[in-house]
């Protein structure tokens, strides 16, 4: 289990890391791609990003934990964490309307 402060450095952590237009494009595309992961070529290709930038911004989102690299042969695959995703939006709304319940007040 984590402790609170430990939680909230995860959360800031992982706003920091979508606080950038490429970076937020980034996941979105790798949110639309296959279960598999979307290839770092083609991330590049998509989003038209240097690939040193792209180097760079690919770390910051999987250090975060946003993203889940595969190596296959010499491609690396960039998968969405879809459980550290839903986490992190459920933690925004988790305490809705100071009721302590999202369902209190959000749809």
């Known amino acids: 289990m984590t402790s609170p402060d430990s939680r909230l450095d995860t959360m800031v952590l992982q706003l920091k890391a979508l606080g950038h237009p490429a970076r937020l494009s980034i996941v979105r595309l790798a ?32 250090q975060a934990g946003l993203l889940k690299p595969t190596r296959q042969g010499t491609t690396i695959r960039y998968a969405a964490s879809f459980e550290q995703l839903r986490d992190l939006t459920s933690y925004l709304w988790e305490d809705c309307c100071g009721s302590g319940s999202r369902d209190a007040c959000c749809p």
């Open 31 to 62: 949110v639309r791609g296959p279960r598999e992961g979307t290839p770092a070529g083609e991330i590049q290709t998509r989003l038209d990003i240097p690939g040193s930038t792209l180097s760079h911004h690919l770390s910051e989102l999987t």
